[in-house]
């Protein structure tokens, strides 16, 4: 099994600019979400989803969006890049909503100049 | 404010050193994880607790569920470089069905 993938591993970007963040899980999780890292405030929930078809906003969904068409698939994307969007983005994945093993991807390491 | 504190942020000792970090809430949590995350990678499960006073032991490494619920301690017995790397707790609570993390406790051992 692949566990958590995630795509690209880095991403450099200009203000204004708009991309997509790809995740995927092979374990049929119900759960999926996205959190960004940054130094001295470990991880901040950015959208979550408990099954295909429904999602919703965590604590800085600002700036983001998410879809869930497929249980595998969660991407995150950026509407127009700011430079406080400089983070290290990472996509989890568990069973099921709650106190459940999060399983992470690698993470992928954005910059907004 | 972080719901859940850390301490310390920073920790460097050398090999064959004991130490404790914690991570303490006002809050209640009816579950408390543990993971370490190494430079490039995401976070890994290290261990769940919980029930109140709950110890667990993962080989050097022991978890503990503070008595009400509401703080926790790990503690590494002769710390090896491998073990190097950030700390994250996480508590779930019941009534919002999401995970609270804390910001993590940098561990760097020297050999």
């Known amino acids: 099994n692949a566990g958590v993938t995630q795509t690209p591993k880095f991403q450099v970007l200009k203000t204004g600019q708009s991309m997509t963040l790809q995740c995927a899980q092979d374990?049929?999780?119900?759960?999926m979400s996205w959190y960004r890292q940054d130094p001295g405030m470990g991880l901040r929930l950015i959208h979550y989803?408990?099954?295909?078809?429904?999602?919703d906003q965590g604590e800085v969904p600002n700036g983001y969006n998410v879809s869930r068409s497929t249980t595998e698939d969660f991407p995150l994307r950026l509407l127009s890049a700011a430079p406080s969007q400089t983070s290290v983005y990472f996509c989890a994945s568990s069973k099921l909503a709650g106190a459940y093993e999060q399983y992470f991807g690698p993470g992928t390491r954005l910059t907004v100049t | 404010t972080q719901l859940l504190e850390q301490s310390p942020q920073f920790l460097s000792i050398q090999e064959g050193e004991n130490l404790t970090v914690y991570c303490n809430s006002s809050?209640?949590?009816?579950?408390l994880q543990w993971y370490r995350q190494e430079p490039g990678e995401g976070p890994v499960l290290l261990v769940t607790?919980?029930?109140g006073g709950e110890v667990k032991k993962l080989k050097r490494l022991t978890f503990q569920f503070g008595d009400a619920r509401k703080d926790s301690s790990l503690h590494i017995t002769a710390a090896q470089p491998g073990d190097t790397g950030l700390y994250l707790c996480?508590?779930?609570?019941?009534?919002?069905?999401?995970?609270?993390w804390g910001a993590g406790t940098k561990l760097i051992i020297k050999p």
């Open positions: 374990m049929n999780h119900e759960y």
């Open positions: 809050s209640v949590f009816s579950s």
């Open positions: 607790v919980v029930t």
């Open positions: 996480a508590g779930y609570m019941d009534s919002n069905y999401q995970l609270i």
């Open positions: 989803s408990v099954g295909a078809g429904i999602t």
